[in-house]
């Protein structure tokens, strides 16, 4: 299997933990059921190491997705909100990881879950330029399909 396939079969993965991650703190908060907090967190350190691992498939994969035409610009705005994403998860999971080890997570949760639904609004985006990517330039699609 070529490498650049690898990207877009495990990319799905921390998508679908990181926005559930977020969505047990919603419920946590609506039912004040500490397995949700529990269940998040879990996730979200899931969710961060998946990002890691998609990320460093999406550079092995970069080389042989930029042998399509007028793709540069895409792929560097994917890479860039891809970084950023990341930073913004990796941030939160170790501020909640600090916070939670204090048993003070409470005091912070609100400004957690503001930047939580910035993470995952960047990780929309992300994956909207992804999608593009595969869907417009033909990444990872193999030439002869697109013959």
Known sequence: ?????????????PIALLIT???LDFLM??????NFE??????LILGVVGAATAITFGWLAEDAAASRPHIADT???????????AGIFIALLVIRYLFMRKNNFEKIRIYY????ILGIGLLLSTAYYGGQLVY????AVSSAILK
Not at 113 to 116: D, K, P, T, Y
């Open 29 to 34: 908060l609506a039912t004040k059921r500490e």
């Open 38 to 43: 529990r269940s998040g967190f879990h996730l």
């Open 75 to 85: 792929i560097e705005t994917h890479e860039t909100l891809a970084l950023t994403t």
């Open 1 to 13: 299997m070529a490498i650049e396939r690898i990207h877009p079969m495990i990319v799905h993965f």
């Open 21 to 23: 991650s977020v969505f």
């Open 113 to 116: 879950l503001i930047a939580a």
């Open 136 to 139: 417009d330039y033909g990444a």
